[in-house]
Antibody, heavy 117, light 110 residues
Framework: QVQLQESGPGLVKPSETLSLNCTVS????????WSWIRQPAGKGLEWIGR???????DYNPSLKSRVTISADTSKNQFSLKLSSVTAADTAVYYC???????????WGPGTLVTVSS | QSVLTQPPSASGTPGQRVTISCSGS????????VNWYQQLPGTAPKLLIN???QRPSGVPDRFSGSKSGTSASLAISGLQSEDEADFYC???????????FGGGTKLTVL
């Protein structure tokens, strides 16, 4: 069974960089694509970006200047970095497996990141 | 403002059939398939329908999807109390080069 687990600081100061990891078990990250998605409290889902099997990436244009997604195949892990955060970046952050047009079929439980001084 | 448009709410009584619409444009739904997600309170979204009409393993056949032109719909028949959740549509957008979501529809079982 494929499982994903987000990890990282739950509190980030404004203007700093949010960093999260997603550890995958039950599958190799070299097999599919992998996405980050976030959800502010009481609001809808926002796709942040994804990393392909090849290592290339796609990012949401609204976040592109601040986002970096990378992968560490030795740890079967992929990561998210979001720079220059503000309170508007406070959200539950999910990692998910991306099966191309079939969507995101496995999700982590999510991790709440709060941006506050 | 979400790229895909969904009604914010829907409701029905147990046993009823309800539908949730999702409207997009030629760069997303008009060119690509639609997926639907169900998010129960306090949990991660779950893939409910992929590629317009396909149910992943374990999804009851009470849930069905359809697509026509730049719009899609999710239908839930034989409504049950445990269906109460938020539902989101999603499609790849060729202009944005990004997954886009609808704003979500909160389904209430009366």
């Amino acid at each position: 069974q494929v499982q994903l687990q987000e990890s990282g600081p739950g509190l980030v100061k404004p203007s700093e960089t949010l960093s999260l990891n997603c550890t995958v078990s039950g599958d190799s990250i070299t097999s599919y694509h992998w996405s980050w998605i976030r959800q502010p409290a009481g609001k809808g889902l926002e796709w942040i970006g994804r990393i392909y099997i090849s290592g290339s990436t796609d990012y949401n244009p609204s976040l592109k200047s601040r986002v970096t997604i990378s992968a560490d195949t030795s740890k079967n892990q992929f990561s998210l970095k979001l720079s220059s955060v503000t309170a508007a970046d406070t959200a539950v952050y999910y990692c998910a497996r991306d099966v191309w047009e079939q969507g995101n079929d496995y999700w982590g439980p999510g991790t709440l990141v709060t941006v506050s001084s | 403002q979400s790229v895909l448009t969904q009604p914010p709410s829907a409701s029905g009584t147990p046993g009823q059939r309800v539908t949730i619409s999702c409207s997009g444009s030629s760069s997303n739904i008009g060119s690509n398939t639609v997926n639907w997600y169900q998010q129960l309170p306090g949990t991660a979204p779950k893939l409910l329908i992929n590629t317009n009409t396909q149910r992943p393993s374990g999804v009851p056949d009470r849930f069905s999807g359809s697509k026509s032109g730049t719009s899609a719909s999710l239908a839930i028949s034989g409504l049950q109390s445990e269906d109460e959740a938020d539902f989101y549509c999603a499609s790849w957008d060729d202009s944005l080069n990004a997954w886009v979501f609808g704003g979500g529809t909160k389904l209430t079982v009366l």
